[in-house]
């Protein structure tokens, strides 16, 4: 009896999870054609892409509406990220997600303004009261905009379930017009097996391919055994965009049978990170170049995955013929279809599979320590997705630590010993990150006594910096003296070309004003009609700190009619 009620639960929360999704509950949140620049689950740096992104024309400042009525829950200001984002709590369950936002609906923004300026903070997060800030389906909530880590006007949109999963918003009837089929960038084959070998050698091999008529490929007949898997490099596009998205199904069959499916409907934010582990890694970092794996390798979780047979790893057996066909689909069902011929041929001579051994192999469920001269480094346990020979040399301030060819999913410690420079010196020591041509990148330092750490999901080389340089502040539209009664904005223009900037604040006649951050452009923008100012003679004070404590302060008078 116990069993059979668990089982009809269980069966009551799948169908709802996965079928009554609502077709009608949630409108389009702009009032422009739907035209797409980022799909849903399209492949991202270190993560899935969680909504939809929807062109503005290229522009900013359009309406955008609640998709459904509701109360906001939260609200999130950052440099980074999202940017401006709101959230909006419907009574179904499900939370509309608005993001890189201009700015508020003229009632949420006052309500923000009032918070940031009583924390004295353009960076906030906020979480309003049950029915503080209700709205309704169809009410402009927001303004497009490009905040945050847009890389150009655009809104991004996601709807998320009661467990804050994001799901994709194509699910719940938001209608983009596509009738593209998915372009097929490349196909490979990878052996998975110590005695797999693909045309006689043991590395992954591309395949061939020959345009049909019909739309679909052909690829060039290989001769295989043992252990494989397929890999694909495919976009979509839709009719009213050239962006290369990301596909929403790839699935396989063999000799007819069903073998492995891949669908982007539904993750959670936990596990987006194993995208590294659905990619091909090491391919990508060379070749800048997303191939998806079809087929799941150990310490993989990923929920995207559905009906695969032995993990979608293929056994090819000498002297049988296969058929391996993969199917890519968009969310309107547009396919490409990759037909590939296999024969199977064990081979007794091949090129074997070459591995570099080094003095530190690192098991993937064990914790790793080295410690040489000024360096210690510490690798959690799980921070490897598999065991591996990792090349790590120290060469006085420097640490090279393997290079970023294979994925790191927690963070690992690089601790510096810095007993050796001079007291004097030692603030303005930063760890950095070594790049293309001798360039490098501010790596979080933390400090403690005479050490410098980090903390970071990125192998490669790591040395010891200085940053003696204070921040650049440049007046845009402000001079001394000056009158301002017709701006509407005061703006500044802040830099800092080594670490960056950390932190800043400005005041007038000694009152703290809120002054927005375009951490792309550097701008620093008041907005007068903050109506802080009630004076005519008005004495403007910025003070910008970099991210070791080097400040510069920037002082000027306008004048203003209040």
Request: hydrophobic letters at 35%; proline letters at 3%.
């Amino acid at each position: 009896m116990r069993t059979t009620l668990l089982l009809i639960i269980l069966k009551f929360y799948i169908g709802y999870g996965q079928k009554d999704i609502p077709q009608n509950y949630f409108m389009h949140p702009l009032d422009v054609p739907l035209a797409v620049s980022g799909t849903y689950g399209e492949l991202r740096s270190n993560h899935f892409h969680s909504g939809i992104d929807l062109k503005t024309n290229g522009q900013e400042g359009l309406n955008v509406y609640a998709a459904a009525s509701g109360t906001v829950s939260r609200i999130k200001i950052s440099n980074f990220g999202y940017g401006k984002a709101i959230y909006i709590s419907h009574p179904n369950g499900y939370t509309s997600v608005y993001a890189h936002l201009q700015k508020f609906s003229p009632e949420i923004e006052a309500y923000i303004k009032k918070r940031q300026y009583a924390k004295e903070s353009y960076e906030i997060e906020l979480f309003p009261t049950s029915g503080t800030l209700t709205v309704k389906k169809g009410d402009i909530i927001a303004y497009s905009g490009n905040t945050g880590g847009s890389g150009g006007p655009h809104l991004h949109f996601e709807i998320r379930d009661a467990r804050a999963r994001p799901m994709n918003p194509l699910s719940f009837g938001i209608d983009v017009e596509d009738t593209k089929k998915p372009i097929v960038n490349s196909v490979w084959i990878y052996d998975l097996a110590q005695n797999a070998h693909i045309d006689g050698a043991q590395e992954p091999s591309r395949l061939r391919l020959t345009p049909q008529k019909d739309g679909s490929f052909k690829a060039a007949a290989v001769k295989a055994f043992g252990k494989i898997g397929i890999g694909v490099s495919t976009i979509d596009q839709q009719n009213l965009s050239t962006n290369k998205n990301g596909i929403y199904k790839i699935s396989t069959s063999v000799n007819g049978q069903e073998n492995f499916e891949l669908k982007m409907n539904r993750f959670s934010f936990s596990e987006t990170r194993y995208i590294n582990r659905l990619i091909d890694y090491k391919h990508y970092k060379k070749n800048r170049n997303r191939i998806s794996k079809l087929f799941i390798e150990k310490n993989n979780p990923l929920t995207i995955y559905k009906n695969a047979v032995d993990n979608g790893i293929i056994n090819i057996e000498d002297s049988l013929s296969y058929t391996i066909k993969v199917f890519i689909n968009d969310f309107k069902n547009n396919t490409t279809l990759i037909d590939i011929p296999v024969q199977g041929q064990f081979m007794d001579k091949i090129t074997k599979k070459e591995v570099t051994k080094t003095n530190n192999f690192v098991k993937s469920t064990e914790n790793f320590t080295y410690n040489s001269g000024i360096f210690d480094v510490f690798i959690p346990k799980g921070s490897l997705y598999e065991n591996t020979y990792l090349d790590i040399e120290a060469n006085g301030d420097t640490l090279k630590l393997h290079k970023d060819e294979i994925p790191l999913h927690k963070k690992i410690s690089i601790v510096f010993d810095v007993s050796n420079y001079a007291a004097a010196d030692k603030k303005k020591l930063y760890i950095g990150q070594l790049g293309y041509k001798n360039n490098h990148y501010y790596s979080k330092t933390y400090r403690k006594k005479n050490k410098l750490s980090t903390r970071t999901r990125t192998l490669g080389s790591y040395s010891i910096f200085s940053d003696i340089e204070k921040p650049i502040v440049v007046p845009i539209n402000v001079t001394n003296k000056k009158w301002m009664s017709k701006a509407n904005f005061l703006k500044i223009k802040i830099n800092d070309k080594d670490t960056g900037i950390a932190s800043y604040r400005a005041t007038i006649n000694g009152k703290f004003i809120l002054m927005e951050y375009d951490y792309k452009t550097g701008m620093l923008i008041y907005d007068f009609n903050d109506k802080v100012i009630t004076d005519t003679e008005n004495k403007f004070k910025l003070i910008v700190l970099d991210k070791v404590g080097n400040n510069t302060t920037f002082e000027t008078t306008f004048f203003r009619k209040p």
